[in-house]
């Protein structure tokens, strides 16, 4: 049950907030697999990093970002669910295209990142983040 709190208190923690809510992340085991694009440069750039407002978010996956502050970018989407009773599930969709799964534990805020640029579930990796509000 405390779980369940943790994971619905994270979902609608940013309509509490006033400021912003930063999910910043470090690799800690990076996937091998070839089928990672290369645009995202993750093996030099090991980094993903969330930030989002109760209107507005912005993505950086390696050198590759998407925001919707970006009024001349292209068409995005976001979800949040609940994964599991302790995970957070992201879900982020470019040009009508899914693209990114982000999904952050409650308990110790580590992260798969999944990318799906090709129609399969690609893990990118698993990350460490540190999670502030400003």
């Known amino acids: 049950m405390k779980s ?5 208190a994270m979902l609608f923690s ?13 690799a800690t085991k ?17 980094t993903v990093l969330l930030i989002e407002d ?4 912005s993505l950086s996956v390696g050198d590759y970002s998407v925001s919707t502050l970006d009024k001349n970018g292209p068409a995005l989407a976001r979800e949040s669910s609940a994964a599991s009773d302790t995970e957070v599930r992201y879900d982020f969709w470019v040009e009508a295209s ?12 580590t992260a798969k990142v999944y990318w ?19």
């Open 4 to 8: 369940i709190f943790f994971v619905t």
């Open 14 to 26: 940013s309509l509490s907030f006033a400021g912003q809510r930063v999910f910043d992340c470090q």
């Open 30 to 46: 990076l996937s091998k697999s070839p089928d990672v694009s290369e645009d995202f440069n993750i093996q030099k750039n090991p």
């Open 54 to 57: 109760a209107k507005n978010w």
């Open 98 to 109: 899914y693209e990114f799964e982000l999904v952050i534990s409650v308990v110790d805020h």
């Open 116 to 134: 799906w640029g090709l129609g399969e579930q690609t893990e990118v990796g698993t990350f460490q983040c540190e999670v502030s509000v400003k």
